[in-house]
């Protein structure tokens, strides 16, 4: 009888079985002043904490100056105006004066010093809002649509975002004592040692874990990215329950054909007195049936792509305990916001701002982050709602506020009209360098000038005004969701980019490998020749990534 040959846990679980409160030895390590980093294991704990460790990638030739990043976790990307005040103190007086909106809906501080860690931490929770599971192997930010223009029900599937995030976070003390009250948890007292969290277990998930409600028509967060989707169904204006859909995820590695991007499927409808039921059974699916042998392989999208449909339906259906009804009817249109003012469902007033790559901060002429905090502290009421498209919205706006909101922005070099070119409009960019220590090329501070470029090249094919979703991450792992854009940038060397075409305008399909290498100083003599033809092959009103798919992959998959 031959034994089985052992299995080969990642390191990442040894130290979550090691530590199950994820307290590491955080705590001790801020309290040391001579101590100018985390030590590799606590870098691993302090994500479920929120923070990750990086350095300025810009001044490695001097030597690794080490800068903390935090990220909050808010629910459906709502924040009150008071709370923008705290995040813009915070950001000024801790970070790198700037706020970046990411694409689920948080906001990252970047540039922290160890020192100032804590108090940008607990800041945060004191504007009661957290970072506690907004990174790690846990359930992340969940997101829901923030635009009030379509639907009433928008504050139901609202309620329903907070109540899901409320159910799925993580219960461990270490959080508490390490940022609200500064102390290091005792690693060898039995009640540590023994934790496990209710949900979660002692090791936690394989992974991290992504939820995200939707409204169609409107998919302004690409729902099938995610490792579960609920796409609310709405009769008469009133929320009837969600399809559910399991196994979305983007990230893949260069030259590892067994990572991959996959859609989501849509797997049945439940109501929503299941929602918690459902997200729990889903989350614990991964949890005992991830990959925790290698962290490449270890999201749900694998495990649903590997057992199938039917499996993952079957086993949701008996942990939580119910039968999924047929999915309903439902279709998606578009991906983008609406900018400008429009009037919400409620009669309100609501202001979509355009946020270049998300980076809320002022520049020469264009003062966005003063702005925005003259607007907080002049309109009290207001709500702030950032957007999975990496803007800002701002909500429940009175009429007879509006013209003061005006003046502010005005003031400042903000636009509310014609708020950036319609390519920019539709774009978006991971941060990378210099502050992502996986990132192989630009991509924040690239994107808006290779824009321009292609704008020109559109006019001259005659295309002037043309939209085409264009998106760019420094490395494949995909945090812009560039696999959904019509063209996507993927970074694969400084300079150098692999190039996706063909996704769609409703983020219901999967882009393909146009280009393994282009070149950035190349860009007009590859696209030229694409352009020129789309221009003259499309049907009436065809987009870029129609044409793509129907035309231009298809000659390249036949040879
Ligand atoms: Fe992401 C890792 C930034 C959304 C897939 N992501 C990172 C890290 C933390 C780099 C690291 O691990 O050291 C990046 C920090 C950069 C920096 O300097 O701030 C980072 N991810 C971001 C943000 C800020 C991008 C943005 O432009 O806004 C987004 C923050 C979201 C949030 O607020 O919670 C962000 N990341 C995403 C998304 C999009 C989404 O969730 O809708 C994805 C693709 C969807 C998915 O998860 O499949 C994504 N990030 C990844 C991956 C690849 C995961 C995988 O399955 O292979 C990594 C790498 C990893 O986890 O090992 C990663
Ligand atoms: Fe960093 Fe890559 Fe994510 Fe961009 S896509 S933020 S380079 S991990």
Redo the contacts with the bound molecule.
């Keep these: 009888m031959s034994a089985e040959a052992p299995v080969k846990l990642t390191h990442n679980e040894e130290i979550k079985t090691a530590i199950p409160t994820l307290a590491g030895t955080i705590a001790a390590t801020i309290a040391d002043p001579a101590a100018d980093h985390f030590s590799d294991d606590d870098n691993q704990f302090l994500k479920f904490h929120g923070s990750?460790q990086?350095d300025d990638r810009d001044l490695r030739k001097t030597g690794k100056k080490y800068i903390m990043?935090v990220?909050s976790r808010v629910p459906g990307g709502v924040l009150t105006a008071q709370q923008w005040q705290v995040f813009d103190d915070l950001s000024s007086k801790y970070a790198n004066n700037t706020l970046?909106v990411?694409?689920?809906?948080?906001i990252?501080f970047?540039g922290i010093l160890k020192s100032n860690l804590r108090a940008v931490v607990k800041g945060i929770n004191d504007s009661l809002l957290s970072t506690l599971a907004?990174?790690g192997d846990v359930n992340?930010?969940v997101l829901a649509p923030p635009t009030p223009a379509y639907t009433q029900a928008r504050e139901q599937v609202y309620a329903d975002c907070k109540k899901v995030a409320l159910a799925l976070a993580p219960k461990t003390q270490a959080y508490h004592s390490i940022w609200i009250d500064g102390v290091q948890l005792d690693l060898n007292a039995n009640e540590n040692k023994d934790f496990a969290d209710p949900l979660y277990g002692k090791t936690y998930l394989p992974?991290?874990f992504?939820i995200a409600f939707v409204i169609p028509p409107v998919n302004d967060l690409?729902v099938y990215?995610?490792c579960l989707g609920l796409i609310a169904i709405v009769e008469n204006d009133q929320l009837v329950g969600y399809n559910v859909c399991v196994g979305g995820?983007?990230?893949?590695s260069h030259g590892n054909d067994a990572?991959y991007p996959r859609l989501a499927d849509v797997i049945g409808f439940i109501t929503p007195d299941k929602l918690v039921d459902v997200a729990k059974a889903v989350l614990a699916i991964h949890r005992d049936f991830g990959d925790r042998t290698d962290?490449?392989h270890a999201?749900l999208k694998y495990v649903i792509a590997e057992r199938g449909v039917d499996w993952a339906r079957a086993e949701i259906e008996q942990r939580a305990g119910i039968t999924l009804a047929p999915s309903k009817p439902y279709n998606f249109t578009t991906t983008a916001d609406l900018l400008d003012w429009r009037k919400a469902v409620d009669g309100t007033w609501f202001l979509g701002l355009f946020v270049t790559t998300?980076r809320v901060k002022d520049v020469q002429g264009h003062a966005l982050k003063t702005a925005l905090r003259q607007v907080a502290d002049k309109f009290p009421t207001i709500e702030f709602r950032l957007s999975?498209n990496?803007n800002v919205i701002l909500a429940n706006v009175n009429e007879a506020d509006k013209a003061g909101i005006n003046a502010i922005l005005a003031e400042h070099g903000v636009k509310v009209e014609n708020q950036a070119s319609v390519l920019l409009a539709a774009s978006?960019?991971?941060?990378a360098l210099p502050?992502?220590?996986?990132a192989l090329g630009e991509s924040e501070r690239m994107l808006p000038g290779l824009l321009e470029r292609i704008e020109k090249l559109l006019a001259e094919v005659g295309l002037p005004n043309e939209e085409i979703i264009i998106r760019s991450t420094g490395c494949p792992?995909?945090?812009?969701?560039p696999y959904m854009a019509e063209i996507a940038f993927v970074g694969k060397a400084p300079g150098r980019y692999q190039v996706w075409l063909g996704g769609d305008v409703a983020g219901t399909r999967l882009n393909k490998i146009w280009k393994d290498v282009v070149k950035e100083t190349e860009l007009e003599n590859e696209f030229h020749p694409v352009f020129t033809r789309f221009a003259k092959e499309r049907t009436a009103g065809e987009r870029f990534g129609d044409w793509c798919e129907r035309v231009l992959l298809k000659e390249l998959a036949a040879g």
Excluded: E, I, S
Aim: glycine fraction near 10%.
């Design positions: 990750y990086q990043m990220r970046r990411t694409t689920r809906q948080t990252q970047h907004a990174c992340r930010n992974r991290k992504k690409d990215t995610n995820g983007m990230g893949r990572t962290r490449k999201r998300g999975a990496q978006m960019a991971c941060p502050t992502c220590g996986l792992n995909g945090c812009a969701r």
